[in-house]
């Protein structure tokens, strides 16, 4: 006796065909759909922006006259956050990575920890600009300052940099530690001369990609107070300040037409930097491809 | 090469006298358990210098085990208990003022499968003197060569010596894993199958370094293949079920062993 009735098979095969069809379509309108609205906005904010983009965009202060106006304040305000950002978060995330990958202890303690880990990565940013504005500008009385604003955001994208460091340093084969434990070298040695060298690149690109998604955040910026318009650049981190975010929302508030096509030109500014930085990312990630 | 001639000479000398050779290892009633598992029960074994010491048994027996617990590798399993002692030169390596680190620049390992760093080849044999503080450019350039040349791969690898490791056959890979061991200057050398990855020629290759290194080493291999542990081994321990069956010479385990067990195992009727 056979389980396989071949007679049925054949009869039901072109309606197993037909599914597999009508599937493939709904997946392909899927991607579809996230892709047509993509490039409806591109188009929408390039030919609304482009007229705007020019030498004296980036020159010029904020001005009543949407003509006149320029985003020198907002970019020399994003760099100086970057400049806070990026080592802040850093060294704390890859800090933590290490610390919970080679040397804590397998216990409910760590598990706990990891797990909250990435259950923060998901917490709203709003909820982020609401702990740096009790903590940082507040309790530490650090003013609405870029120091504030970039210890604000360094916490925000902490979570995203430390699970990809953690997955990059999981990453590097048990063996390579075995062989630098079984020479006498101590866990540090082992870290900086056999973990570190082999995850860099997996650390580099989750950084990145987290510093990008830094640049472009506005809601923490809104809750710190951080001013839209300033006619002055910052002098120094406890200066006070505007982003380019905080700049675009600005305009697109105004009623007139003409600021929110100088909107559209901030925005084509902030892509522009963002896709700079992701390919920055995906540059690395090719070049170190894992070599085992 | 002429003081291994030498050694060799030598070897058969002293055995005629019947001098003892000193202990390396002296393992008493060691038990080791994984959680709940109990995989090494009551453990005596007494290693000497300068021999090979062939670690035999089936599957799961605790052979790997063992050797692991010889340089305290076997601690980065969380869940490992031990009780008894091994002493090590007549000091007992669980003893808390006894640094890991250390017990390992004296105790070298060679692991299954070949496991160089993703750097090259200098650097891989340079690792272990660099972390013990050696900077000096002409000293590592010694150690290096030196290195290369006591795991018979000098000749091979010498023009590119900058070049990823990973570039190299898994026997070659073994090899510079063994040159990597001698660049600490180890007193013993653990090999924990060595040979397991290795196509029969690498792996002829490894058993004939094997017996040049014991004039200047005390080797511990754990092996798989009785073959391998008959041609090289001056000892052999036979595991079974985490207990030491039998442990004499070579020759007195492969001709006449005294354990029915050892008898079934090394004739292939079990493992």
Known sequence: ?292 | MTTTVLNKVEIPAQQTQTTEKSSVYKTNQLNLWYGTNHALKNIDLDIKENEVTAIIGPSGCGKSTYIKTLNRMIETIPSVKTSGEINYRGRNIFNKDYQVEELRTKVGMVFQKPNPFPKSIYDNVAYGPRIHGVKNKKILDQIVEKSLRGAAIWEEVKDRLNENAYGLSGGQQQRICIARCLAIEPDVILMDEPTSALDPISTLKVEELVQELKSSYSIIIVTHNMQQAARISDKTAFFLHGEVVEYDTTDKIFSNPSDKRTEDYISGRFG
């Open chain 1, 1 to 292: 006796m056979k389980y396989i009735d071949h007679q049925s098979v054949a009869a039901n095969t072109k309606s197993r065909i037909a599914k597999n069809l009508v599937l493939k379509g709904v997946f392909f309108a899927a991607t579809m759909f996230g892709l047509i609205v993509l490039a409806i906005l591109l188009y929408r904010v390039i030919t609304q922006g482009s007229g705007y983009l020019s030498v004296e965009f980036f020159l010029n202060f904020a001005s009543r006259i949407p003509e006149q106006s320029g985003i020198k304040a907002a970019i020399v305000g994003s760099i100086y956050l970057m400049l806070v950002v990026a080592p802040v978060s850093i060294f704390l995330g890859v800090g933590t990575a290490i610390y919970l990958e080679e040397y804590a202890k397998k216990s409910k303690g760590s598990t706990f920890i990891k797990i909250n880990i990435s259950n923060l990565a998901g917490v709203p940013s709003v909820v982020f600009g609401l702990l740096g504005l009790t903590i940082f500008v507040r309790y530490f009385g650090l003013g609405i300052s870029i120091l504030a604003a970039g210890l604000t955001m360094s916490l925000l994208i902490l979570p995203i940099i430390i699970v990809a460091s953690q997955e990059a340093v999981r990453a590097v084969p048990k063996e390579l530690r075995e062989a630098s434990y079984a020479m006498g070298a101590t866990k540090w040695q082992t870290i900086l001369r056999v973990v570190l060298p082999a995850s860099i690149p997996g650390i580099l690109t989750g950084s990145i990609l987290a510093l990008s998604r830094a640049i472009g955040e506005t809601a923490p910026l809104v809750v710190l107070g951080i001013p839209t318009v300033l006619m002055f650049t910052p002098d120094g981190f406890l200066s006070t300040f505007t982003a380019l975010p905080m700049q675009i929302y600005d305009w697109t508030l105004r009623p007139q037409v003409a600021f929110h096509h100088a909107a559209a030109a901030g925005i084509i500014v902030l892509m522009a930097l963002l896709i700079f930085m992701n390919s920055i990312a995906v540059f690395i990630r090719n070049k170190y491809q894992k070599r085992w």
